[in-house]
């Protein structure tokens, strides 16, 4: 009998074996020791491989170039700082005059602490004239030598086409359109002009004083 119940239990194996290489489950009793609630082993012998989540790195965004409307803020800013910087100097103007006398008096030392103040600043004026005045007559004195240069190329003046393209769509050759003497743009470049580079800090689309204010020299078309 124990020799039947051997031969049987090896019959019932095999057929599980059969079972198995064929993809049936093999009968709950034949499981090796699984329990009920026991995980069944992936058929096959084979588990479903499950690939980790790949995380794409994200890319830093390069920071924008100005558009027009914060073109037209720089301009703005530039102007305001400029009327700031008169505001100031005439409010220590004021504070420096003599409150005593409204006529300078020599033996005052306020108001010899006035006039030397005015004078100080009549100096730094005609320092700046000086320079003006020097650089006119040095441009007279080449035109009376050789005659009015020629421009050789009157459409883009010597710009690249891609400079080119960002001065005339600057804000600030914008507001340079109502100036239109020489004097009146070398005043301006004394006001704005902080750089001899084509662009402004830290920009490559916005053209910077000096080459927005030559730009417009070139269109003027002066003799």
Do not use: W
Not at 194 to 207: A, F, L
């Amino acid at each position: 009998a124990l020799f039947a119940q051997q031969q049987q239990q090896q019959q019932q194996q095999s057929a599980a074996a059969a079972g198995f290489a064929m993809g049936q489950p093999p009968p709950a009793q034949h499981l090796g020791g699984l329990g009920q609630g026991s995980e069944m082993p992936p058929m096959g012998g084979f588990g479903e491989s499950r690939t980790p989540p790949q995380h794409t790195p994200r890319r830093e965004s390069s920071p924008k170039a100005p558009n027009a409307h914060e073109q037209v803020r720089m301009a703005k800013q530039r102007r305001e700082e400029k009327m700031r910087e008169q505001a100031a100097e005439r409010e220590e103007a004021e504070k420096k005059s003599c409150h005593l006398h409204k006529k300078p008096k020599n033996n005052c030392k306020f108001c010899q602490r006035y006039q030397e103040f005015l004078k100080g600043k009549e100096d730094k004026s005609s320092i700046k004239d000086t320079g003006t005045a020097k650089a006119r007559r040095e441009s007279t004195d080449l035109m009376d030598r050789r005659g009015p240069l020629e421009i050789q190329n009157p459409k883009t003046y010597g710009f690249s086409p891609l400079l080119q393209t960002h001065i005339v769509e600057s804000a600030h050759l914008k507001a340079l359109v109502s100036l239109e003497t020489f004097e009146q743009l070398v005043e301006e470049m004394y006001q704005f002009a902080d750089s001899i580079e084509p662009y402004m800090q830290n920009s490559s689309t916005t053209p910077s004083a000096l080459f927005c204010c030559l730009y417009r020299l070139f269109t003027m078309g002066l003799d």
